[in-house]
């Protein structure tokens, strides 16, 4: 199960950065960090964003998209208010791509 998590947060590997509606850019996670790894993720932008995982590229830059009523949200989207940091867990080795601003993210350890 993926998700939101609150407490403390240890930067694991450098901080990678996206652009918006990117291809999807692979993250592999910390070594040992099991079926599940946290992720810091930064929208440094004046503007809302949804950040996305997914197993493959273009399903990341697809799923990538603010849910509205007629864009049903897939699952692992997350999101971003202007300038809001967010610690959330997802499975390592996934691609990540942004709606529609610059996304720094870091894996890391933490619940």
């Known amino acids: 199960m993926s998700g939101e998590v609150n407490g403390p947060f240890v930067m694991g590997s450098p ?3 996206f652009a918006a509606a990117s291809a999807g850019i692979k993250l592999a996670g910390d070594p040992g ?3 599940q790894v946290s992720y810091a993720l930064w929208n440094t932008n004046a503007s809302t964003v949804a950040v996305a995982y997914a197993t493959t590229a273009s399903a990341a830059q697809t799923n ?5 009523a007629g864009n049903a949200s897939a699952g ?36």
């Open 76 to 111: 692992g989207v997350f999101i971003l208010g202007a300038n809001q940091f967010k610690v959330v867990t997802a499975p390592p080795g996934q691609f990540w791509s942004s709606s529609s601003a610059l996304v720094f993210v870091q894996p890391g350890n933490g619940i």
């Open 64 to 68: 990538a998209a603010i849910p509205s």
């Open 33 to 35: 960090s099991g079926p």
């Open 15 to 17: 901080v990678t950065q």
